[in-house]
């Protein structure tokens, strides 16, 4: 029984055993492209619509408008309280994760404007250790709440997480009830808090501040889920899941998020929606 | 390299800073229990010591152990009547999660708690204890009603995980795990939980949100099982002891971490020899605890748990 709950599903990664596509052909409909040319179309597919991953400072790009983003805590970086150790240390884990994305942990915050709307963005980054949650994070998301409660301006929040980060074991679930306080203060201060799921937004992150937004916008085909297919499947060996089990288009069919929104009209709707946020008509 | 040394520095310093902090702390301060105290000393110097991997394994085994008491055997013990309250008010009664009011100490709690079982159909009826979204929302009812009638509140957690099932998810698990501490945070009531055996992850923090935080001497909780934790970093569920001594979920760590409030003692070798002992114990623990939160103004009472659970959490800068 034990074995089968494993609700942190962070770097699961790539099947062993599944060949590696090249991160710009389409896994929907196996198109390639050069990078620019995803760039351009906001990493959309332009032949089937397919979201691919966008990093963090790309969603920034993409949201803000022109240079209006102005990042802060950006020298918070994670310790390593439990002195983890599994096949390698959490330590150079997050060394590489450094080098490799040039963030300094999972999550990058600051003031922005959105279409002319003054916010707090916080976004996250999955290619940073699978967007995992662990007290950087924490503290970056409690801060853009601080900040936003202080101006009484919405915080945009854009997810893409596996969970919590597993390496630093129980103070990693406490940035869940952490986290969940900030957004306490935050409807304390009456500032909206407009939570974006993009794919995946699962375990830790979803049992805390993503689900708790005024509103929920989810991106076409991400993965929301606590707990994601392939372990829902061990526990229930033999039913088949439904095929779009977990997924935006699901959980809006039972309710859980306001809408789905396509990239392309992502800022324009957050345009909007920040605009009838706005005290007294702005 | 001298960044290096400066951040090494600074994480040292640090971390030493919330040690003293934790040292602060009142580590079963006023437990009336005669004989306790040689105990009580061997606790505290084993969370000066780092307890090896078999150590840490051998808690995980007693917190997991069949005969240990489960919430209603507490309940039977430390009550002195109970008035169990069943459904979410929506959809179902989710029997992983129990709750209701009785009387403790003479006036009326309202308690809610993870429930397992021993018996093989009560165990399937209570799903080992893994709750759905209505569990949750039947915890969720329980507070609400305690708040508005001025109930102190008592959480006993003890799960492997919320279900990670197919109705689970879609009713929407995350959210109301997140909705969960939400409620339990805003509570202007006090509030104490105590982790009696598993503290699995986000199903268990959901009922953790309290004033007191308080863990058995055998309990462990952790932000995944370490059979999940091995699975995916050493790819293989068999190198749980290993994920075990790396998740450090033992009550000594997690005190050392300052994640939980005080440690509860159990009867020698663990609460299963004793469920009389263990559950005296368990009510003088939680006593003392309500008495701490309950002589708090609510407000100030509130403000400080949202600053306990908002500087949870080791970061450098």
């Known amino acids: ?282 | 390299m001298a960044a290096e040394r400066t951040q090494g520095a600074v994480e040292q310093l640090k971390l030493r800073e919330r040690l003293a902090k934790l040292r602060d702390l009142p580590l079963l301060r006023g437990v009336g229990v005669s004989g306790e105290m040689a105990r009580l000393q061997r606790q505290i110097d084993r969370i000066g010591a780092a307890p090896t991997e078999d150590e840490v394994w051998q808690e995980v085994e007693l917190a997991r152990h069949q005969d240990r008491p489960y919430t209603l055997d507490y309940v039977e013990r430390m009550f002195e009547d109970f008035i169990e309250l069943h459904g979410d008010r929506a959809l179902t009664d989710d029997k992983a999660i129990v709750g209701g009011l009785g009387r403790f100490n003479g006036r009326t709690v309202a308690l809610v708690g993870h429930q397992k079982a021993r018996d093989i159909r009560e165990r399937v009826d209570r799903n080992y204890g893994m709750a759905h979204p209505e569990g949750y929302r039947k915890a969720m009812r329980v507070m609400e009603l305690a708040d508005r009638h001025g109930f102190p509140f008592i959480a006993l957690v003890d799960t492997l995980g919320a279900y990670p099932g197919v109705k689970a998810e879609q009713h929407g698990q995350g959210g109301w795990l997140a909705r969960c501490q939400l409620q339990m945070i805003r509570l202007g009531i006090p509030t104490v939980s105590c982790i009696i055996g598993e503290g699995g992850s986000g199903g268990a923090v959901a009922l953790a949100v309290a004033d007191r935080v308080l863990m058995q001497e055998n309990s462990i909780y952790s932000v995944i099982t370490p059979e999940g934790c091995a699975s995916i970093l050493w790819r293989d569920a068999g190198e749980a002891k290993k994920a075990a001594a790396a998740l450090k979920p033992d009550a000594a760590h997690c005190f050392q971490l300052g994640v939980v409030d005080a440690v509860v003692p159990e009867p020698p070798g663990g609460a299963h020899n004793d469920h009389d002992a263990a559950a005296r114990l368990l009510a003088a623990s939680l006593s003392e605890a309500l008495r701490d939160v309950e002589s708090l103004d609510p407000v100030e009472r509130r403000r400080l748990r949202h600053r306990k659970f908002r500087d949870m959490g080791v970061f450098l800068e």
Not at chain 1, 177 to 190: F, I, M, Q, S, Y
Not at chain 1, 204 to 217: E, H, R, T
Not at chain 1, 272 to 281: D, I, K, P, V
């Open chain 1, 1 to 282: 029984m034990a074995s089968r709950i494993d609700v942190s599903i962070q770097h699961r990664g790539p099947e062993p055993e599944q060949e590696r596509k090249h991160p710009n052909t389409c896994p929907s409909c196996h198109s390639h492209y050069k990078d620019e040319e995803l760039e351009a179309n906001l990493r959309v597919c332009p032949q089937c619509g397919h979201h691919f991953p966008v990093r963090a400072r790309e969603r920034v790009i993409q949201l803000a408008d022109r240079g209006t983003f102005e990042e802060v805590d950006g020298d918070l970086r994670s310790a390593d309280p439990l002195e983890f150790f599994d096949l390698r240390a959490y330590k150079e884990r997050l060394a590489e994760a450094e080098v490799a994305t040039g963030l300094g942990d999972a999550m990058i915050a600051g003031a922005a404007v959105i279409e002319r709307r003054p916010c707090e963005l916080a976004v996250m980054d999955f290619a940073f250790m699978g967007g995992s949650m662990g007290s950087a994070v924490g503290e970056k998301f409690v801060r853009a709440s601080e900040r936003a409660a202080a101006r009484r301006v919405p915080l945009v929040c854009v997810t893409a997480s596996g969970g919590a980060r597993m390496q630093e074991g129980i103070l990693s679930l406490m940035q869940l009830p952490k986290t969940v306080a900030a957004v306490d203060e935050l409807r304390e201060a009456r500032a909206a808090l407009i939570s974006v799921m993009t794919h995946p937004t699962t375990a830790g992150v979803i049992a805390s501040f993503a689900s708790l937004g005024d509103v929920i916008v989810a991106e076409p085909g991400a993965l929301l889920a606590f707990t994601g297919p392939r372990v829902v499947q061990q526990t229930v060996k033999g039913e088949k899941l439904p095929d779009d089990f977990g997924l935006a288009e699901s959980n809006q069919r039972f309710g859980h998020v306001d809408a789905i929104i396509p990239r392309p009209e992502l800022r324009p709707y957050l345009g909007r929606l920040l605009a009838l946020f706005e005290r007294n008509g702005g």
